[in-house]
């Protein structure tokens, strides 16, 4: 036997396997590498239709903050907004949403306040943490970041803020790094911040007394609706509070249309400085208005009503066309206890607001200028 040949052989064969088992090897990693990425596009598109499928404000930055972080494995993420004319606050305060809700929820005044090193935002900008530089970003985060990433919001050429993502990994994002990701990220969260923001602008306008900027009476009576079950279910008392200005029609007489029209405004000014952000208050129409306290006793809502009242009388109301206006206000109050809030929803609303009305009568009645507690109370 020719051992050359056989011990060739054996060369080659060990040489075929040894190819072999490497080329596997790499299929493998190939493999592998495929279904990370392909499990990286996964998480991509849940985020993305959980961020486009988002139809209020509150959905929308629970998604940043929550399945944004969760999904892209962030340590950090907070999201600036400028808010040049205190809009934003304003209508947050509208939704009801405090600041205690999304502490990683940030405002700036102008876009200058998000330029990084004297330069405008207009492209991501990837790399380590610095304290002079990052430190505003990340201010409400328990632990700071080792690598960031601050991307601009920008639509229709306009900044809306900036995301702000942190790693405490120091090489999630490196100044080198691609950006195509993020920047698509940011162009669809611009997109649906900007949706979110009209859509609750223009509900809340559908939903606000033009006049008074306070609610109007469809958004109190679905408000109340509302309220009843959630007070059902969490076993608390609400009071409701019918307020009518007194004489008001002698306002209009000595002072005209507008100088009512100051009233008015004034009127729900003072009322709602008296309120909690978790209260109600809405014009119920002509010079009425309704309040709806939650998780309030009878002795408080007549103590709220009384404030409401002093706040009113105590100090003359200046007009716009010049003068002053003594007004006085009338108010009937109605509680709704734990173990009478029963039956349909609808009916307990009606009733309820039918006897904080029966009790302003009896404050008209009385001499107005005060606070009367439903009788049956
Ligand atoms: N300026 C102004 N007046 C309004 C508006 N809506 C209703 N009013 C007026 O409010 C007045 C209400 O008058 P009344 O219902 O007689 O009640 P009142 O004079 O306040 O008397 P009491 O409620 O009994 O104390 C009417 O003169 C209405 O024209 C409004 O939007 N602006």
Redo the contacts with the bound molecule.
Sequence with gaps: MDKSLTSGSNHLGDATHNEVHIVRAQLQDLLVEARHNQDILNRHQTLDLQLIGSHSFRELIQHIFVTLAELCELDQVTLSLVNSQHNLQDMLADLKIDSTEFPFLLFVQSETELQIEARPLKKPVLGNYETDVHQILFAPCFEQPISVAIIPLIRQSKLLGSLNLGSMDAERFSFDMGTDFVERLASIIAICLENVINSERLTQISLTDA?TNVSNRRYVEQRMLEEIGRARRQHYCIACMYL???????I?DQHG?QG??DV?REVAKRIKAELRLSDTIGRF???EFVVLLVNTSHANALMVAERIRNSIADKPFSLSMGGMCDVTI?IGIATLSDDHNLGEIDSTANDLLLRADRALYQA?DQG?NCVRVAIDD
């Design positions: 006049l009518d200005i007194d004489h008001f029609k002698n209009n249309h009512g029209d008015l129409g002509g010079e009338s008209k107005r």
